[in-house]
């Protein structure tokens, strides 16, 4: 059985999302609308241009819609003299939106990876997690999504991605408690049948 074959054929969901768009009027309309649902005047002279300064903040922690996983780990190198080893980048810093009060969180993403004769540049790896990360997401499943990409694209020997994140909509509202991360893991290949290779993985990450 082709392992990887077979869990590219799982992942669609990795595919960006197929929707229509509404016009510009219509968001700057919803915006105006949550200012006023606030308990502000959209009208007056600070909040006047606010509709537009949102819609830009949008594109930007939210351009992740718009990126194929597949197309940045596109190009990898195999010139790499029979490296084997686990390559791990440690905590990348994301910011995401919670999908259930799009409100921040804020956090790092550590990945490791066994390369199967191809490496990918490390740059890559960052911007695939920009990829999931600027999206209304859930971490648990930003972390899986991120470990089954790489799996699925470079086709390694072994994935493990840990994401350590704090979650705005539980600092600032609701319980209100601050200084909490939650840290999520996903193992894929050899990290999923090594015990070692996930205690290595977790002792690099308290570094
Ligand atoms: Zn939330």
């Not at 669609?12 to 919803?30: C, F, V």
């Not at 905590?91 to 799009?102: A, Q, V």
């Not at 191809?118 to 999931?132: N, P, Y």
Request: aromatic share 8%; proline share 5%.
């Amino acid at each position: 059985m082709n392992f990887h074959k077979k869990s590219l054929e799982q992942t669609t969901e990795l595919q960006p999302i197929e929707r229509t768009k509404p016009s510009i009027d219509e968001a700057r309309n919803a915006v105006k609308t949550l200012i006023r649902w606030a308990g502000d005047n959209p009208s007056r002279e600070g909040l006047i241009e606010t509709p537009d300064r949102v819609l830009k903040a949008y594109a930007e922690w939210f351009r992740g819609y718009e990126e194929d996983p597949s197309e940045i780990l596109k190009k990898t190198f195999g010139e790499i003299e029979k490296y084997s080893h686990p390559v791990t980048l440690h905590d990348i810093p994301f910011e995401s939106y919670c999908e259930h009060h799009m409100a921040p969180i804020i956090g790092t993403v550590s990945i490791s990876y066994i390369p199967n004769g191809r490496v990918v540049g490390i740059s890559k790896l960052a911007r695939l997690v920009d990829t999931f990360s600027k999206r209304l997401q859930v971490q648990e499943k930003m972390t899986a999504q991120i470990a089954q990409s790489i799996y699925d694209c470079l086709q390694p020997k072994g994935v493990a991605v840990c994401v350590r994140g704090d979650h705005h909509c539980m600092c600032t509202r609701g319980v209100n408690k601050k200084g909490i991360s939650m840290i999520t893991h996903s193992f894929l290949g050899e990290f999923l049948n090594d015990k070692n290779l996930r205690s290595e993985f977790n002792a690099a990450l308290e570094k």
